[in-house]
């Protein structure tokens, strides 16, 4: 057993299926289908974990002390420019990303786990399209993915669903 079969998978799929509804450009009040809210968290899931940046690498400093370059002005320095009225107003420093929530971070830990064990499996080997139907999750269009794996687009959609099934199937939910 792994942490992906484990887990209480009944509020994540709500939680996809309402994302799906939102979703749904052509959404005419029928129900959504169960492989639709696993794509919609799978979709979700890409997002979050585009939203991090990968871990340092253990031999290497996170950080040069330093700046990067020789003319890059620090927030600090920006803000002792303004008290000493060197600046006439003070810019707003670049907005970061929001932050995911706990639960979105351990919704999506959970789907990308059923991501790489379950779906597009041909025995221990990764169907060789698995990179790019994660690409249409990550947001790539329909059409750029099809191109790239040199399919028509309903093969694609078809791959969507079968991945999607397969999920489902690997943690346990008809």
């Not at 994302?19 to 799978?42: H, K, N, P, S």
């Not at 020789?70 to 420019?81: I, S």
């Not at 932050?99 to 351990?106: F, I, R």
């Amino acid at each position: 057993m792994n942490m992906a079969h484990n887990f209480d998978w009944r509020a994540p799929l709500l939680h996809g299926a309402r994302i799906a509804i939102e979703t749904r450009r052509d959404f005419d009040g029928e129900d959504v289908a169960t492989w639709q809210a696993m794509w919609a968290l799978l979709v979700e899931a890409a997002g979050v974990s585009r939203g991090f940046p990968a871990p340092p690498r253990s031999e290497y400093p996170e950080k040069a002390i330093w700046p990067d370059a020789p003319d890059e002005v620090t927030h600090w320095q920006r803000q002792a420019a303004y008290l000493r009225g060197e600046l006439d107003e003070l810019t707003p420093d670049e907005p970061t990303p929001p932050v995911p929530s706990s639960a979105e971070v351990t919704r999506a830990e959970m789907v990308l786990d059923a991501w790489h064990k379950y779906a597009l499996r041909r025995g221990d080997c990764p169907h060789p399209h698995k990179k790019h139907i994660y690409r249409l999750a990550s947001g790539a269009t329909l059409g750029t993915v099809a191109r790239l794996c040199g399919q028509r687009r309903h093969y694609v959609l078809a791959l969507r669903r079968q991945a999607s099934v397969q999920m489902l199937r690997g943690i346990g939910v008809k």
